[in-house]
Structures are given as structure tokens and as C-alpha cells.
């Protein structure tokens, strides 16, 4: 913990001499925020930032700009300690990051009208939990994980054919597992929008059983008409 407390401090020094990061946000307050994350045991992995318009990788045409791990070992990557996070950071201080699903947690991903009517009724049924928007497009239900239990009819790979890059083929919900991942708060995109905590729903609240949720979320999204051939692709 005094470690820790080294480097933040450090970091927070080393930001007000520097100035804020690109885009006006204010460096120690995504510090904070991320690392309210990482003691809540959501692992993170660095992703890839704006630049510009375009995406900080070297990928021409990215497919999911700003949206993605910037590297191939995300999943060996992702960790929850709070000294390599500031690391991170301190190498690249406009990097976004991305949290493993699967692991403490799954993130049930849904377009944001779905979000926002399946919000009041969770809200009226008294089910709470973080939720995050991407934008002004979709919202993100973290959920207590399935894990892996003892019957394997009930686990679910991810083959990450449900990030990002794919949102145009599977517009409806998307259940993010094993092997998958999503961008964490805060998060900055090229269009100038921002992944953030809905107001008191970030990562200091419980993690809701994600079956209850998936009902209220699945309704909403059939409600609206934000499915596809599927109500809903886990992935």
C-alpha cells in the first residue's frame, strides 16, 4: 500500500507540471478513477487512444479505433495491481485501457435506448450495480461472472467475435465472457465522446447475478428493436 501511495503521489507531481492530457481530462482524476477499478478486481490491460481522428495503432483502417488492446498478450497482460496500472500510464499517459471479462466480472453490452429503459426497472426491482456508457451509443451492465462452472454446457468461450470491430453485424446485446473484453472508464474515442460511470454506478458497487440482469436487458432490447438474428450473442 505505501508503494502504491509513492506512486500516485508521484504521479499526480509529475501531471501538474506537465499539464492535462490531451483532450482537457484531468490526468490524476483518470488515475483515480482507474484505480477504483483495479481495487474493485476489474483487470486491466492498456488499449490503444485517439489521435485525432484516427486510432494511436499503426493499423490502417482500424476497424475499432481506440477501442482495443495494444497488444496480442492482453489477456496475460491484465492485472489488478495498482504499481504496474501507474506504470502504464506513466509510459503513455493518453492510453485507454481495456478490462478482461470472464475473470472477476462479465459486462452485458447493449445499445443505449435498451440501457436506459432497462435502467428504471432495474432500479424499481432494486438491482443495482456499475454501469458505464460508451458514448452516447451504448451501455455496459457489469455483472457477477459465470466463471467457470462445474458443467460445461453452462460455460461460455469468448471468441471475440463480439468486440468492437464487429458492432455492425451483432447490433443487439452482446455478452462479454471468457476471453472477452471491454473498454473500462474513463476512455476517450476519436469523435470526441467518452466512456464514463453512469452517476452512482461505478465500480465501488456490488456486482448484480447476471441472469437477473439479463432478463430486464434482453425485454428492453426486444422492446426497442435492438436485436438481431439473435436476442443476444455471448462473446
Known sequence: M???GRWTTWWRRRERQEGRAAGG??????????LQAVRAGFPVAPAAHPAGYRCSCDRI??????????????????????EQ???????????????ATGRAHDVLDVPAEAG?????????LG???PVAAVGEDRYL???????TPQDEDEWWPSALDSTPDTMSEHPG????????????????????SEVRWLDSRGPEQSLPDALRVLDVLTDACTEVGAVAEEQWLIG
Open 116 to 124: 436506459r429503459l432497462a435502467l428504471e426497472r432495474l432500479d424499481a
Open 127 to 129: 438491482v443495482g450495480g
Open 85 to 99: 496500472l501507474t506504470r502504464w500510464l506513466s509510459r503513455d499517459p493518453q492510453a485507454n485501457f481495456i478490462t
Open 25 to 34: 481530462a484531468d490526468p490524476a482524476a483518470r488515475l483515480d478513477q482507474l
Open 173 to 192: 446485446l452482446r455478452w462479454h465472457c471468457r476471453g472477452s473484453y471491454t473498454l473500462v472508464p474513463p476512455a476517450a474515442l476519436p469523435d470526441g
Open 141 to 147: 451492465f457489469f455483472t457477477a461472472t459465470r466463471g
Open 61 to 82: 483502417g482500424c476497424p475499432a479505433p481506440a477501442q482495443h488492446p495494444v497488444s496480442f498478450a492482453w489477456q496475460s497482460q491484465a492485472t489488478t495491481d495498482t
Open 2 to 4: 505505501e508503494a502504491s
